[in-house]
Structure formats: C-alpha cells, structure tokens
C-alpha cells in the first residue's frame, strides 16, 4: 500500500465508531493495539476492559 497524504494532520486525531466484534477481532488477531486508540466516553471505556479481561482470559486459558 503506497504512503498517501491525508487532509488531517497528524496532530489531529480522527473520531470514529467501530462495531465492538470488530474490535475485539482486531485485537485479538493482533491487527490493532490498545495503545493505539481512547476511548471518548465511560460506557465505552467500561466495554473495552470488559473485552480486554475476556480476551486475556480466553488467552489463559489456552
């Protein structure tokens, strides 16, 4: 994929909703790290926890 320019800048952060099995899919498969977004909201903040706890158990578990 070639490095493309975009009309935000990279000091900027872009708001955006992801469907939360998308998300966990992205996480669990490696393609996205917690790191690498925020939450905006509580309840949001809360799902997330809840989905990373479930996920490191799963891992545990294995």
């Given at each position: 994929m070639?490095?493309?320019r975009y009309l935000v800048?990279?000091?900027h952060?872009?708001?955006l909703a992801i469907d939360p099995n998308r998300?966990?899919?992205l996480i669990r498969n490696g393609n996205l790290n917690v790191t690498d977004f925020s939450c905006l909201d509580t309840s949001s903040k809360r799902g997330v926890?809840?989905?990373l706890r479930s996920l490191a158990?799963?891992?545990l578990r294995q």
């Open positions: 070639k490095n493309q800048s990279s000091d952060a872009i708001h998300l966990e899919t926890w809840a989905m158990a799963s891992r």
